[in-house]
C-alpha cells in the first residue's frame, strides 16, 4: 500500500496498492477531511481511455510508465515457428544424435586399435608432445583427442547449408508474393507484403474460418458449393438457381430418425 499526499488547495491523502496486472481489482482510500473515502474500479480510468460527458474531474496519475496495468499486462511475444521448421529442428537434433553415437563407436575402436597395433606408429609423431606416457591418464587424453577428430571427420554429416537454401527459397517466395499481381488491391493502390518469411509454409494452410462477422465478410450472401450429408454428397454445378437457393436454406437429411419427445425423457 502507497500513501500520496496531494497539496495545492486540496488537502488529502491518497492510499492505494501497489502496480499489478489485475485489471478488475483497484483497492484505493481518499482521506479528506478527516474522512476515509473508499474508492474501487470505477474510479479508475485506464491508459486510453477518455472521459467524456463531464465539465471537469480531479484526477490524479498513479502508475506511469512500466508500472501502468497495460504495461504489466504485455507479455512477451513468441516467435513463431512453422512445420517444416519444427521438423528440421528434429531432424537436427537427430542427425546430431547419430554423429555423437558414430564418433563414441570409433573412439572405442580406435583406443582397442591403439592398445594392440599402435604402439608401433608412436615412433615418428611427436606423441610425447600431446598424450601423456601413464597409461590412464594417455588413454584418457587419446580418447578425447581421437573423438574430437572423428567429429571434425564427421562434420558433413549435418546438413548446414539445407538450412541456407531453405532461408534463400523463403526470401524468394517473399519477393514473389510482393510482386505477384493477382494480391494486388486496385482500388486502395496496395500490393501484398510479406512481413516475414519465417512462415510462408503456412499459406494456404486454413481448413476452416469462425467468425461473427458474417455480413462483413460475405456481403450477406452465403452460396453453397458442395454439401456433405452422411452418405450423401452433392454439389450446386448441375442445379438450377432456385434448386440452388432452396439448398442454401433447407437441407436434405438421408436418414430418417425417430422424433424424440423430451416431456417422456426421465433423466431430464
Not at 606423441?127 to 601413464?134: E, F, I, P, Q
Amino acid at each position: 500500500m502507497e500513501k500520496l499526499i496531494l497539496k495545492h488547495d486540496i488537502d488529502a491523502q491518497f492510499e492505494y496498492e501497489a502496480s499489478n496486472n489485475n485489471l478488475e481489482l483497484f483497492d484505493e482510500n481518499l482521506i479528506w477531511n478527516n474522512k476515509t473515502l473508499p474508492l474501487k474500479n470505477d474510479n479508475v480510468l485506464l491508459r486510453g481511455t477518455r472521459l467524456r460527458n463531464a465539465h471537469w474531474a480531479f484526477g490524479i496519475v498513479c502508475y506511469a510508465g512500466p508500472d501502468t496495468k497495460l504495461m504489466k499486462n504485455t507479455g512477451t511475444s513468441t516467435f513463431k515457428r512453422s512445420r517444416i521448421d519444427r521438423l528440421l529442428n528434429k531432424i537436427f537434433l537427430g542427425i546430431a544424435c547419430f554423429l555423437a553415437i558414430m564418433c563414441t563407436i570409433t573412439t572405442i575402436c580406435c583406443d582397442f586399435w591403439e592398445s594392440v597395433f599402435g604402439f608401433d606408429f608412436r615412433k615418428y609423431p611427436p606423441w610425447k608432445a600431446y598424450v601423456s606416457t601413464d597409461k590412464r591418464i594417455g588413454s584418457l587424453q587419446n580418447s578425447l583427442l581421437v573423438f574430437l577428430s572423428y567429429i571434425i571427420i564427421f562434420n558433413r554429416v549435418m546438413p548446414i547449408s539445407l538450412s541456407v537454401s531453405i532461408e534463400f527459397i523463403r526470401l524468394l517466395q517473399s519477393k514473389w508474393i510482393d510482386l505477384n499481381i493477382k494480391m494486388y488491391y486496385e482500388p486502395n493502390n496496395v500490393p501484398a507484403l510479406a512481413r516475414t518469411t519465417a512462415l510462408n509454409e503456412e499459406l494456404g494452410q486454413v481448413g476452416y474460418i469462425f467468425s461473427d462477422k458474417i455480413g462483413t465478410l460475405t456481403q450477406k450472401t452465403t452460396p453453397t458449393d458442395y454439401e456433405s450429408t452422411q452418405t450423401v454428397n452433392s454439389k450446386n454445378d448441375h442445379l438450377s438457381k432456385d434448386e440452388a437457393d432452396f439448398r442454401q436454406t433447407s437441407m436434405h437429411v438421408a436418414q430418417e430418425t425417430d422424433p424424440l419427445l423430451l416431456s417422456l425423457n426421465n433423466e431430464s
